[in-house]
């Protein structure tokens, strides 16, 4: 078996400059993290999600858009503050709430968070659980590296 590494580069627009890469979670639903995500563990607690019991903790979080509440940022930041946060956002497009989070992250914990959206293609779609992200919202580039596993042929002579 023969594993070669695809590699898909993505345009999209930086809404909180930065880099980050790491191994991708996506939720395909919309989520809010008042009741979405537990701060203290990372946890995805929104049982609607499609994404219940996983963890966004030092993940790439790919999922459409916010919803919700004005207290998700002040959620988004106590998870930042419990060090169980992601370390980069991907959205089709973002919550205005969900940045200022982002910002407060940055200003009170030194913690910078890329946030980008509008992505070329919808990354719900194009990303998958397990790839390995690459976030540069200063350029709006995003890097997805995928294994992919292919039979080799019949060894000759």
Request: proline share 5%.
């Amino acid at each position: 078996m023969q594993v070669l590494e695809e590699e898909i580069a993505l345009k999209c627009h930086g809404v909180f400059a930065g880099k980050a890469k790491g191994e991708a979670l996506v939720a395909t639903q919309p989520i809010s993290f008042w009741g979405g995500i537990d701060p203290k563990t990372g946890r995805i607690i929104d049982k609607k999600s499609g994404s219940f019991g996983k963890n966004i903790s030092g993940k790439v979080f790919v999922f459409p858009y916010g919803k919700g509440s004005s207290t998700s940022s002040a959620v988004f930041l106590e998870a930042v503050r419990c060090n169980k946060a992601p370390v980069a956002i991907v959205n089709v497009q973002t919550e205005p709430l969900l940045t200022v989070g982002v910002i407060l992250a940055m200003r009170l914990y030194s913690k910078l968070i890329p946030v980008v959206d509008r992505v070329e293609k919808n990354p719900c779609e194009v990303i998958a659980n397990q790839d390995f992200v690459e976030v540069d919202a200063d350029r709006g580039i995003l890097v997805v590296k995928r294994a992919r596993r292919m039979k080799e042929g019949p060894r000759l002579g």
